[in-house]
């Protein structure tokens, strides 16, 4: 058998808001421990000849918080099993046990495990003296917030916002840079020192940029951001962005919008595709900026339409690629491991064959060739051809055969062109010089799409400096020779275009 375990809370620093159930808990307790001696109530506590013993050598000890709080349950359990049957160990923390107290939470988990008694006696959480001191209902909206995890995606402006475990001003500032993802650089929030604590207690009003700024964080520091409906503080959000595009296909919103359908703006995605592409090319980050949100705006369209019938929502969309990402990468969410690209594709490409698995598809019934999009475009698709062929051998021993090919193809297409064979004829000829053309692009380890892309720009940029040339006699290419553009347009290769 065991002794019995229980936890109780000081409060957020005044010993008088110590109720007397938990006075006399501490007083008649086997052991006493405490979190840490940090705390105003255990002076008074102390100087009553009250003897504790504290955890504060652990956290001098290990390297992170986690690991302090598994070791004092670790502790705690271990005295508890090795205590009298019949008596009581009392755990004392800061504020209310079960606000923001991650060792009582391991407790909680635990005791019952190692067949031990666990009771949890309440206290004032600094909870109470922020609702009090900060002047602010929670009833209107109101979340808690952990200083050590806080993320952009947390941080809900239409909610009081408290954020707690402050203790220095490095995690203040940390705090600041997440807040100023979502806020104003001036917007003004609080910082409250030892709330309800007689002659300790002191709140400061700051513009957002000066939360580091601030003396005094400790254990007993917080942190509040007021509510805030202003709209203009959800534009950084996504469910404002799902929430504006619903308001634009809903009745009362734009007629543009509500009539499209997924084959009317179908043209749309592919050209929003595009226009991305062309800022990757140009390595135009505002521009790029700018392009993926088009882009991003057709696929809250496209999934705004299923939601309206029911199918699906974009928040569908957004779990079914978290779990594919999730699955498809053992190496980082699982056990598997991969020490370089390659070994990371063969994950991803052994995962995908398992999800087929796992959605009945009969892999013996499927092609090689399966997977690829029936409508990209021809040059990119026939490159992924070639690639998923070479992947079971269908391929040469090196590029010189593909050389070989195309000397095979060019002379084909000759004699079509010179035979003057069928327009059709001369086509397929044609085709099978550029697929020939795009299978030396995987031997060179070069995308042929990127390839041809770049010549297209070579070409726009030597064109148009021989129409500048012209133009500055007055001229156009239709008043100007071959001859005389070929001049222009080596000068225009000699300058680096």
């Not at 909610?159 to 203790?167: A, C, E, F, N, P």
């Amino acid at each position: 058998m065991s002794a019995a375990l229980t936890v109780v809370g000081l409060g957020s620093g005044d010993a008088d808001q110590l109720t007397v159930g938990i006075i006399k808990k501490m007083k008649h307790a086997a052991t006493l421990y405490v979190r840490t001696l940090d705390h105003p109530v255990l002076n008074d506590l102390k100087q009553e000849g009250l003897e504790m013993t504290s955890f504060d050598a652990i956290y001098e000890a290990k390297d992170s918080f986690p690991e302090v709080y598994d070791e004092i349950a670790d502790r705690l359990i271990e005295a508890a099993r090795k205590g009298e049957q019949g008596t009581e160990i009392v755990y004392a923390v800061p504020g209310h046990p079960m606000v923001a107290e991650a060792s009582v939470r391991l407790l909680k988990e635990r005791c019952p495990q190692m067949g031990i008694s666990l009771r949890v006696m309440g206290g004032e959480s600094f909870l109470d003296e922020a609702f009090i001191r900060l002047g602010f209902d929670p009833i209107e909206g109101f979340q808690l917030l952990d200083a050590s995890s806080l993320n952009t995606e947390l941080v809900q402006p239409q909610l009081h916002t408290l954020i707690g475990q402050v203790y220095d001003v490095f995690t203040a500032s940390d705090v600041k840079l997440c807040l100023m993802d979502v806020y104003p650089d001036d917007y003004p929030v609080f910082v409250g020192h030892a709330l309800g604590v007689q002659g300790q207690e002191t709140i400061h009003k700051v513009p957002l940029h000066d939360l580091d700024r601030i003396d005094g964080y400790g254990n007993l520091s917080l942190i509040y951001v007021p509510k805030n409906t202003d709209d203009a503080l959800r534009r950084r959000s996504f469910a404002r962005l799902h929430e504006i595009v619903n308001i634009l296909r809903s009745p009362g919103g734009c007629p543009w919008d509500q009539e499209q359908t997924h084959q009317s703006i179908r043209k749309n995605l592919i050209e929003e595709t595009y226009e991305v592409i062309e800022t990757i090319d140009e390595d135009d980050p505002d521009h790029m900026k700018e392009e993926l949100g088009d882009l991003l705006l057709q696929i809250l369209l496209h999934s705004q339409m299923e939601e309206e019938v029911g199918t699906f929502n974009v928040y569908d969309v957004i779990e079914g690629l978290n779990d594919k990402l999730i699955f498809r990468h053992p190496h980082v969410f699982g056990e598997q491991q991969a020490e370089n690209a390659n070994e990371a594709l063969q994950n991803w490409e052994q995962m995908k064959a398992e999800e087929k698995k796992r959605k009945g598809q009969d892999l013996q019934q499927t092609s090689v060739l399966d997977g690829i999009p029936r409508d990209l475009p021809a040059l990119m698709k026939g490159y992924k051809l070639q690639k998923k062929a070479a992947k079971v051998g269908f391929d040469w021993d090196d590029v010189e055969g593909v050389f070989a090919k195309i000397e095979e193809e060019l002379a084909e297409l000759k004699e079509a062109v010179q035979h003057n064979q069928s327009a059709e004829e001369r086509k397929l000829e044609l085709g099978d010089l550029l697929f020939a053309a795009a299978n030396v692009a995987r031997f060179i380890d070069t995308d042929p799409e990127e390839a041809l892309a770049a010549t297209n720009r070579k070409f726009i940029q030597r064109f148009q400096y021989i129409e500048e040339r012209l133009r500055e006699q007055g001229r156009t290419p239709s008043d100007s020779n071959v001859d005389e553009m070929e001049q222009y347009w080596q000068a225009a290769k000699k300058s680096g275009l």
